[in-house]
């Protein structure tokens, strides 16, 4: 599975309806509503890279109240979980 982080700067006044229709994207897991300089943070999870593609440059641009876009598509998760593993392991 492919995870891609998309922040989201949108029109105040839509913040919520844009939410709302990120929310309901096909590929689309999570929709976080957050303080600093971005409104939306939206988890993307696809099974190849060109559903990103698919996702964020033709699904995304036909939700209203999106102004601006950066997407950051994961090489490698690391968790807690992963990181206690490795020190048991003597990695480190």
Same mark, same amino acid.
């Given at each position: ?9 949108? @029109? ?24 600093? $300089?971005? @409104? ?9 890279? $060109? /559903?990103?593609? !698919? ?24 968790? /807690?979980? @992963?990181? !206690?593993?490795?020190? @048991?392991?003597?990695?480190?």
């Amino acid at each position: 599975m492919i995870t891609t982080i998309v922040l989201v700067r949108a @029109d105040p006044h839509r913040i919520p309806e844009t939410a709302r229709a990120l929310a309901g994207i096909e590929g689309v897991q999570e929709v976080y509503s957050v303080s600093g $300089e971005w @409104d939306l943070v939206v988890i993307v999870r696809v099974s190849e890279y $060109e /559903k990103i593609a !698919e996702v964020v440059t033709e699904k995304f641009p036909s939700v209203q109240g999106i102004e601006r876009t950066q997407t950051l598509t994961a090489f490698r998760a690391y968790s /807690k979980g @992963d990181l !206690e593993q490795a020190w @048991d392991i003597g990695v480190g």
